[in-house]
C-alpha cells in the first residue's frame, strides 16, 4: 500500500516543518490515498506539534482534575502512586505496540485496520464499531458534562441549551479539516498542562513552606492507615480510574493517518509523551498526598458539580490563588469540550475507514473538498445530540449511565493492540521483511505486548470486583455489559461471512510510505 503526497521539508529552527504551497491553506495539504476511491482521500494537515498535543490532551482530562482525589481516598497517597506508575507502565508497553504499526502503517483506521489484516476481518468489524461506538457515546455524555459545569456561572439556563451550542461549536471545528481539529485540540491540550505544570509549581512550594503557611510535610503520609490504606483490593481498585484516565492516548494512532510525517512524528510522540504524563498523573497524585491527607471526606466528591472539592481546587484555594473553583471550573470545561473534540473527531475517521473497507455503509467514505469525511461525521454529530435528551431526563444520572455503557471499549481497544501487535511482528518476520526497515520497533517485544495484554485482561475483569463478590447482579451487568455485546458483535459478523481467521505467511503487512515535496 503506498500513499503518495508531498515530500518532508527540511524541520525549521523551531523544530516544525515549514509551510509549503502545497500545505499553507486549510484545504490544500498533501492527500491520502489508501483506496484510490475518487472522493474518498482524507488530508495529511497534522504537524508535529500537533500529534504531541493529541496524544497529551487525551490522557490529561477530568480523571485528573477531579477523580485523582478518590484515588487517593481509596488507596492512601501510596497505593494511588503504585496504582497510577502499574498502569502508566501498562500504557507505555501499549503504545509501543501501536507505535510500530502506526509508524509503519499510518492509516486512519488504525487499529480497525490492523485487527482486519493481522487477526479476521470479523475482529476488525468489531474493533472498529466498538471504538466508534464508545467515542461517540463519549460526544454525548460530555456535552451532558459541559452543560452541568456551566450551571456553575448561569444556573439559570438549561443544560441542553449549553449542549446544543457546544455541539454547533465542536462539529464547526472539525468540519473545516484535520488540521484544524489538531489547531483546537493543541489549545485545548496546553491549557491543561499549563494548569497542571502550575499546579505542580504551587503544590513544591506549599510542601516546601514557601507559600501556603506551615507545611504539612510527611505526617499525611504516616496519617491513619497511609501510605497504604485498604491494602492490594484498594490499590486494584484503583487499577480501574487509572485506566480509564489513560484511555484517549491511543487518539494518535488514529490521528496519524493524518499526520505530515507520521514515520517521524508519531515515534516522537510515543517517546515523550508517556514521561509527560507519568510525570503529570505521578506529580499531582504526590502533591495532593502531602498536602492533604487521604481522610479528607471532600477527596471523595469526584462529580463535575463538585468542582469547589476537587483536589486542584482544594491545593488552589490554600495557596491563596483568587478564584480557584472559578478557575478550575473553566479548566474541567476545557477537558470536556477537548474530549468532545476528540471523540468526534476520532469516531468520525473510524468510521471512514470502516466504510472504506466494507464494513460500514459507502456514504460514510465520501469527504468534502477538505478533506472531511462529513456524512461520517453527522452521524456521528446526530449520536452526540442524544446529550440533548439524556440531559433533560436525568442530567448527571444520564451522564453515568452513558460512561457505563461504553465503559469497557477502552480496555477492549488496547487488548485488541497488543494482540494485533503479536501477530503483525510475527508475520512481518515470517515473511523475510528485515526489522531494521521499521521505522520503530518496539523494544520489548513479545514481553511487552504479551504483558500489556495480561494486565488489561486482569483491568477489564476487575472492572468491578466488589459487585462480583457480592453477587450484585445489576452492577455487573452495568459494569460488563460492553463485553458481551464486543463478543456478540464478532462472532454474528463470523457467522453470516465466514471470514476465516488471517493466515500469518500472507498477512498484508505491506507498510505506506508518506512522502511529501
Known amino acids: ?18 509551510e509549503t504551497a502545497a500545505s499553507a491553506s486549510l ?20 504537524s508535529a506539534r500537533h500529534m504531541q498535543m493529541i496524544a497529551i490532551g487525551g490522557a490529561i482530562g477530568t480523571g485528573l482534575f477531579v ?9 492512601g497517597p501510596g497505593g494511588a502512586l503504585v496504582a497510577y506508575s502499574v498502569i502508566g507502565l501498562m500504557v507505555l508497553l501499549l503504545m509501543q505496540s501501536l507505535g510500530e504499526m502506526t509508524a509503519h502503517m499510518p492509516v486512519s483506521g488504525s487499529f480497525q485496520t490492523y485487527a482486519t489484516r493481522f487477526v479476521s476481518p470479523s475482529f476488525g468489524f468489531a474493533m472498529g464499531w466498538n471504538y466508534w461506538f464508545n467515542w461517540a457515546i463519549t460526544v454525548a455524555a460530555e456535552l451532558v458534562a459541559a452543560g452541568i459545569v456551566m450551571s456553575y456561572w448561569l444556573p439559570d439556563v438549561p443544560h441542553w441549551v449549553w449542549a446544543a451550542v457546544f455541539l454547533a461549536l465542536l462539529t464547526g471545528l472539525n468540519a473545516l479539516s484535520a488540521r484544524a481539529y489538531g489547531e483546537g485540540e493543541f489549545w485545548f491540550a496546553t491549557i491543561k498542562v499549563i494548569t497542571v505544570l502550575v499546579f505542580l509549581v504551587a503544590g513544591v512550594a506549599m510542601i516546601l513552606g514557601i507559600m501556603g503557611g506551615n507545611s504539612p510535610g510527611f505526617s499525611n503520609w504516616t496519617k491513619g492507615e497511609a501510605p497504604f490504606h485498604g491494602g492490594w483490593l484498594s490499590i486494584v481498585s484503583v487499577f480501574m480510574i487509572a485506566g480509564f484516565s489513560f484511555q484517549g492516548t491511543e487518539l494518535v494512532g488514529v490521528a496519524a493517518g493524518e499526520s505530515r510525517n507520521p514515520r517521524r512524528d508519531v515515534p516522537r510522540a510515543i517517546k515523550s509523551v508517556f514521561w509527560r504524563i507519568m510525570l503529570f498523573y505521578v506529580g499531582a497524585i504526590s502533591v495532593i498526598g502531602f498536602l492533604i491527607p487521604y481522610t479528607d471526606p471532600n477527596l471523595l466528591r469526584n462529580g463535575e458539580t463538585d ?7 482544594l491545593v488552589f484555594e490554600r495557596a491563596g490563588v483568587a478564584g480557584a473553583a472559578a478557575v478550575m471550573n473553566a479548566v474541567i470545561l476545557t477537558a ?3 474530549a468532545g473534540n476528540s471523540g468526534l473527531y476520532a469516531s468520525t475517521r473510524m468510521l471512514h475507514s470502516m466504510a472504506l473497507d466494507g464494513h460500514a455503509p459507502k456514504l460514510f467514505s465520501r469527504v468534502n473538498r477538505r478533506g472531511v469525511p462529513i456524512y461520517a461525521m453527522a452521524v456521528t454529530a446526530a449520536v ?48 523475510g521483511n528485515d526489522l531494521a526497515k521499521l521505522p520503530y520497533k518496539a523494544p520489548l517485544f513479545p514481553f511487552g505486548p504479551m504483558l500489556a495484554f495480561a494486565m488489561c485482561l486482569i483491568v477489564l475483569v476487575g472492572q468491578n470486583y466488589e459487585a462480583l463478590f457480592r453477587g450484585q447482579l445489576f452492577q455487573i451487568a452495568s459494569s460488563y455489559i460492553g463485553l458481551p455485546v464486543f463478543l456478540a458483535i464478532w462472532g454474528i459478523h463470523k457467522l453470516v461471512t465466514k471470514e476465516p481467521k488471517v493466515e500469518l505467511a500472507t498477512a498484508d503487512v505491506s507498510g505506506v510510505e508518506v512522502e511529501v515535496a
Open 307 to 313: 468542582v469547589a472539592y476537587s483536589p486542584f481546587t
Open 27 to 46: 484545504g490544500g495539504d498533501a492527500k491520502v490515498s489508501e483506496h484510490d476511491n475518487p472522493g474518498t482521500d482524507l488530508k495529511r494537515g497534522l
Open 67 to 75: 477523580a485523582s482525589g478518590a484515588t487517593v481516598s481509596t488507596a
Open 384 to 431: 452526540g445530540a442524544v446529550g440533548f435528551v439524556t440531559a433533560i431526563v436525568g442530567e448527571g444520572a444520564a451522564y453515568t449511565w452513558l460512561l457505563n455503557v461504553s465503559g469497557l471499549s477502552g480496555f477492549i481497544v488496547w487488548l485488541g493492540i497488543s494482540w494485533c501487535h503479536l501477530r503483525f511482528r510475527r508475520a512481518y518476520v515470517l515473511q
Open 1 to 18: 500500500m503506498n500513499i503518495s503526497a508531498l515530500t518532508t521539508p527540511e524541520l525549521s529552527a523551531a523544530g516544525e516543518e515549514p
Open 336 to 338: 470536556i469540550l477537548s
